[in-house]
């Protein structure tokens, strides 16, 4: 049913060899034209697809769609259809794009309502979420933090390896990639203050994650279970959820993240299915002790390379960290099965992010808190100047891809620019 994924099949849109977006990614987002028509799309190389067009062109026929389901302004609609909908567009794309498929390539009217240079589209957030959970899945990120603030004897809380730590987020402050963010402020105890003080953070922090999308799950009550949990995961997407390191020290305690998380994360415009990424499926790391049976998963996760990027303003990037999917304790069936378990439903257009994800090298650490050890070990950029934190004006971007036997399927980037706070 996967014809889609051919690693033999070519394009008749020119695509670079270390693009993300070959022929056999097809992802799904929403653009605004330049016509300002707001679409659903998909790309191959640079050329963004209008499905829109192609749904009333008659190139779906034989696929049971709704007229409207390309007409939204979100893939929500698209997203209830089910996985085996979305395998039946997939490939068809493919096929319609295939370099020796020519139904398409020889009508020129049609090409030229279909395709646009992605450069010329602006990309608008894919999916409406009503909820956010961020999880805590990374062992290395969690025995970090841990490390330094209990020691390594307590770095993981005693629960740590029995379930995939989570908690529920703010999905309003959720943006798309390229959105410009302030600095935010909030209440700090300074270490050497008796009393707490207001203003602007001064320990900005990126979390390097990714999220999955879900679709619409089962009656509240009912548990989706770990067996069965990709078949209600649409896909993936890059996900930074920044941190305001001194607001959350501040109130973490007993409730956990707010202000210090709540003010900003960005997402890539791009969801990759999990039907792309499905040729780098890669076992999952031992879990030791054995979970409790319905955590108990042979699914594996996915070998996907994770690169952050510190860009200074007026100046070039630097890659501060490497990282990989595959390093996660907990996957992402894991993840879903645990968060209903006690019968939570969920929603098409959910989003579940990882949490941090770092590996086990000093170079694969995935925010700043750990790259410079709380500030303590600051780096040093191309331009000679010094980071503990994110300073105002730098770019943080982060870009993810697997490649294996010559094919790369890649989920594009994620940037925003911290500004200034606001008075």
């Keep these: 049913m996967l014809t889609a994924n051919n690693p033999n099949r070519k394009s008749w849109i020119e695509v670079s060899t270390e693009s993300d977006f070959p022929i056999q990614n097809i992802p799904f987002g ?12 998909t790309r191959i190389g640079e050329k963004a697809i209008d499905l829109s067009a192609l749904h009333q062109l008659g190139y779906f026929e034989g696929i049971p769609l709704p007229e409207d389901v390309f007409l939204q302004d979100t893939l929500n609609d698209f997203i209830t259809l089910g996985r085996p909908t979305w395998r039946q ?9 295939d370099l020796e498929n020519n139904e398409l390539r020889s009508n020129n009217d049609h090409c030229e309502q279909i395709l646009f240079a992605v450069s010329s589209v602006q990309m608008l957030m894919p999916v409406f979420s009503q909820d956010y959970t961020d999880f805590y899945s990374s062992m290395e990120h969690a025995f970090n933090v841990g490390t330094m603030f209990r020691g390594p004897e307590n770095a993981l809380m005693p629960n740590w390896k029995h379930l995939p730590v989570g908690y529920h987020g703010r999905s309003s402050s959720i943006v798309v990639s390229g ?6 402020k909030g209440q700090m105890k300074p270490q050497d203050a008796d009393v707490p003080v207001f203003g602007a953070s001064k320990a900005l922090d990126f979390e390097l994650e990714m999220g999955f999308i879900t679709t619409e799950g089962k009656h509240l009550g009912e548990r989706i279970t770990v067996d069965e949990a990709e078949e209600y995961i649409f896909g993936m997407v890059i996900f930074n959820d920044w941190s305001a390191r001194d607001i959350q020290a501040w109130e973490y305690v007993p409730l956990g993240p707010f202000l210090g998380k709540n003010f900003a994360s960005h997402m890539s415009p791009w969801v990759v299915t999990l039907d792309a990424l499905e040729p780098f499926r890669v076992a999952s790391p031992k879990q030791d002790p054995t979970p409790l049976p319905y955590l108990q998963s042979n699914h594996g996760t996915f070998d996907i390379e994770l690169e952050v990027f510190i860009q200074p303003e007026g100046g070039k990037e630097n890659k501060i960290c490497h990282s990989n999917f595959k390093h996660l304790y907990w996957n992402v069936s894991q993840q879903l099965a645990h968060h209903t378990v006690n019968g939570c439903n969920i929603h098409a257009g959910d989003l579940m992010a990882s949490g941090t994800i770092s590996g086990p090298t000093e170079d694969s650490r995935g925010s700043m808190l750990e790259i410079t050890w709380r500030g303590a070990n600051p780096i040093t950029l191309s331009d000679g100047t010094e980071r503990k934190f994110i300073n105002d004006g730098d770019t943080v971007l982060m870009r ?9 399927i890649g989920l594009g980037e994620v940037k925003a620019k911290l500004l200034p706070a606001l008075e």
């Design 30 to 41: 929403v653009f605004l034209t330049q016509d300002d028509v707001t679409t659903i799309g």
């Design 179 to 184: 959105e410009d963010f302030h600095r935010p």
């Design 89 to 97: 567009v997939r490939n068809r794309l493919a096929d319609l794009f």
């Design 400 to 408: 993810a891809y697997s490649k294996k036997g010559g094919m790369r």
